[in-house]
């Protein structure tokens, strides 16, 4: 894709606009699956049929036992039109729009979004819309290099390409990582906070060196710095990553006194709103920004967001506070098309994590996984087979999990 | 027997509710028969935008006390299935006149708002996708059936420029113009392959027609029409792929041995148009052509009212409008007029049997009810 033009900045931001979010319950079935990168259909338990639009009966055999069940993705495309027109605003800004009539391997008709290199054989996948709602997007069979550069898959993902991004703490393994994961995607400009702008940290004069990056000051628990960096590039800002954290091990019993705790929410939870707060109203405005619009924000959480961790109870907590302000942000970010990344990796391969046992996921391979999920558009990234892992025993039975985890 | 075929005239915009128009309807149903309100003691309504009201709200709002009422939410078939409704409680004595009703009003903002909650399944997974309503739905129909049977946009262009000259001997068409086969192919796409005079427009109107036994008709002196077949059905071939055909296919066998006719015996026929596709489906499943062969007999007929093989005689919806539910009616007042000598400049010379068809409810990807009826003058 080409760099888009500069923003000429005398002419006027266009609004964010959304497309049409309203679904029946049943419905959002598929935006459950598509939030974790998941092409799962309705499946009759009892006959097994596939089915889609959602219904709340199996239209072979009346059962009312249906299973979102992951489904292979390929399929004929049988039909296309180009839309010239449309009575919704998100999509009349869009003009010409393509569509598709698709007919899936494991039996239904669907109709997708379609992109330009599609045809004959084609796969399908569920991806979330600008609203965060799932849509059925068909792609090419086979991806081709430039697959990522088509203007409408453009507008369900969160590609770094060409994207200014800030990401909140360059001190950590994770950080680093990330910056040349951006780096290489392509971004245009990377922000790379750091807390102690007084000193070198190990790998500073690495990141240096790279073309794209920028070194800014930034303590997520200083509200006035927060203020002065966000007047400063929050009006430029497209992608913030907010993996600024404080970790500690222990529980309840084992230390005395509120400070660790204290320190752990302030930068896990109190940070976040900080940032929120300051760089929210901003990417607001630029929802529908051209090309590179304001697009998302990232959080490093954790799978003890999900259930306390008692070796790490303090910091689960901390997690789990910014787990549920997330989705208020997520919440807040969604009239402006900005979708909110919460990631939850399973312990990291970093100092404090030191006594847990492997399999711990190392900084390079969070990384990774962040970036493809911008790139795929994932909107819960559960990243590794240990995050998976969690995930998984978490849906199944949440109460099972916590005496799991505890024992 | 049916009669008194009325139309409150379309117009683009109203600002006025469903209510009005329907009223406007059963009032206009009173003049032509001469009858009083009382006298109607059947009534069935069709319409998309009374909500949130149904039928049985509408008796309270005109006062009127029917002793059988049916709400008929079956958009483009609503007309077909009214009258067999109608017929089956006249024949029954379950009312002595009914009322068949159906329209919609049109405010600048309510097409949009119809699209975005037309059914569940529109709503969950067509509406986002564009927000292209049945236009998408129909591009996909137009695209594969030109793909699979050799359609060009001039068998389409030739069936729309055809009714076009219809209704401009049609006084309540919208459309006051003639349509050249230049300007056709010049319009500007809607959703490709369809363009501007593909899709119906859609606006706000009413049409009526009574349902009552040959007996009362004749004691009220009214010209009335005979109903001598119908069918109806819903959700037919439903693991097609893509729709290339509708319940017709499947019961037309009963439709013409019913009216113990052949489709050769029909003088003109009156499909359901909001788009010509949908017009050559009804004629190759009505068997007036084979399966596929609607390109070629397209390019055999002239389709005028004073050609070969009059259709859509009054302009049909492409060239009058959609009033809503009211476009499933279209068909069967003109048929009404046609063959009581009240079409005037238009009328189809010597027609005796005529057939309506109806489709209805773009529910996801197709149309999902069909239905017919042969219509006879009623010497016939």
Redesign the interface.
């Known amino acids: 894709m080409q760099r888009p033009k500069r923003k000429n900045p005398v002419l006027r931001t266009r609004l964010p606009t959304l497309?049409?979010?309203?679904?029946?319950r049943v419905?959002l079935g598929l935006t459950a699956a598509a939030a974790l990168g998941r092409f799962e259909l309705q499946q009759c338990r009892e006959c097994g049929t596939v089915q889609?639009?959602?219904r709340e009966a199996c239209q072979k055999c009346l059962s009312v036992r249906l299973d979102w069940k992951p489904q292979p993705p390929g399929g004929e495309l049988?039909?296309?039109?180009?839309?010239?027109?449309?009575?919704?605003l998100f999509?009349r800004e869009r003009l010409p729009?393509r569509?598709g009539?698709v007919?899936l391997d494991c039996g239904p008709?669907?109709?997708?979004?379609l992109h330009a290199a599609a045809k004959g054989k084609v796969l399908a996948r569920a991806m979330l819309?600008r609203?965060g709602?799932a849509?059925i997007v068909a792609l090419p069979y086979k991806e081709n290099g430039d697959m990522a550069d088509d203007r409408q898959l453009r507008e369900f993902t969160c590609d770094p390409q060409h994207r200014k991004i800030l990401v909140a703490d360059g001190k950590t393994a994770v950080g680093q990582a990330l910056v040349q994961g951006f780096a290489k995607s392509g971004a245009e400009i990377i922000w790379v906070g750091y807390a102690e702008p007084w000193k070198k940290f190990a790998g500073f004069d690495e990141l240096e060196k790279i073309p794209q990056v920028t070194l800014v000051p930034l303590d997520v628990t200083d509200s006035k710095n927060v203020k002065e960096l966000a007047a400063e590039i929050a009006g430029k800002v497209d992608i913030v990553v907010n993996n600024a954290e404080h970790h500690r091990t222990f529980g309840i019993s084992n230390r005395q006194g509120v400070e660790t705790a204290r320190a752990e929410m302030d930068v896990n939870y109190l940070g976040l709103l900080r940032l929120a707060q300051e760089f929210g109203p901003a990417m607001r405005s630029r929802g529908a920004d051209g090309a590179a619009s304001a697009v998302a924000w990232v959080n490093l959480l954790s799978v003890y967001a999900l259930a306390n961790f008692p070796p790490h109870g303090t910091f689960s907590a901390s997690k789990a506070a910014a787990h549920s302000l997330a989705q208020c942000l997520r919440a807040e970010m969604r009239p402006a098309g900005v979708r909110v990344v919460n990631v939850f990796p399973g312990p990291i391969d970093d100092e404090w994590n030191q006594l847990l046992p492997p399999p711990k996921i190392a900084p390079a391979a969070l990384a990774k996984s962040i970036v493809a999920a911008l790139r795929e558009g994932i909107e819960d990234v559960y990243p590794g087979d240990v995050a998976q892992e969690w995930l998984e025993r978490w849906r199944d039975n949440p109460k099972a999990l916590e005496r799991e985890i505890s024992a | 027997m049916l009669a008194a075929p009325v139309t409150v005239p379309y117009v683009r915009y109203s600002i006025r509710a469903a209510h009005w128009w329907l009223a406007r309807a059963l009032s206009s149903l009173l003049e032509a028969s001469r009858l009083r309100k009382q006298d109607i003691d059947g009534l069935t309504i069709s319409s998309f935008t009374l909500a949130p009201d149904t039928a049985i709200g509408l008796t309270q709002h005109l006062g009127v006390s029917p002793r059988w009422l049916d709400h008929i939410p079956l958009g483009g078939a609503s007309g077909v299935v009214a009258l067999r409704r109608a017929a089956r409680a006249v024949q029954a004595g379950d009312a002595d006149i009914v009322a068949c009703i159906g329209g919609d009003t049109n405010h600048v903002d309510s097409f949009r708002l119809t699209l975005a909650n037309f059914s569940q399944f529109a709503r969950d997974a067509v509406y986002p996708y564009g927000a292209g309503g049945p236009n998408a739905s129909f591009a996909f129909l137009t695209a594969h059936y030109m793909q699979r049977y050799g359609a060009t946009r001039e068998d389409f262009g030739k069936l729309c420029v055809a009714q076009r000259a219809n209704a401009l001997k049609y006084p309540h068409a919208l459309f006051k113009k003639p349509l050249s086969m230049e300007e056709y192919l010049a319009a500007r796409p809607i959703a490709e392959p369809l363009h501007l005079f593909d899709c119906v427009m859609p606006c706000a109107g009413a049409e009526g027609f009574l349902v009552l036994t040959e007996g009362r008709a004749r004691s009220l002196g009214l010209p009335c029409i005979r109903l001598k077949a119908t069918i109806e059905r819903h959700n037919a071939f439903a693991s097609d792929p893509v729709q290339i055909r509708a319940g017709w296919a499947l019961d037309r066998d009963d439709l013409y041995a019913q009216a113990q006719c052949e489709p050769g015996d029909i003088d003109f026929v009156e499909t359901y148009d909001d788009y010509p596709v949908i017009s050559l489906m009804q004629l190759e499943d009505l068997g007036f052509c084979e399966k596929g062969e609607g390109p070629a007999f397209v390019r055999k007929h002239t389709f005028t009212h004073d050609g070969s093989f009059p259709l859509n005689t009054s302009g049909g919806q492409l060239s009058v409008g959609q009033a809503g539910a009211g476009g499933g009616f279209l068909g069967m007042v003109e048929a009404i007029r046609q063959l009581t000598g009240q079409a005037g400049a238009r009328a189809v010379k010597d027609a005796k049997l005529g057939l309506v068809s109806g489709f209805g409810m773009i529910n996801y990807d197709r149309g999902l009810g069909s239905g017919a009826a042969i219509l006879a003058a009623s010497q016939a």
């Open positions: 497309p049409p979010a309203a679904r029946s419905a889609y639009p959602p049988i039909a296309q039109t180009v839309l010239h027109h449309s009575n919704d999509f729009w569509l009539l007919k008709m669907v109709v997708a979004h819309d609203a709602q849509v």
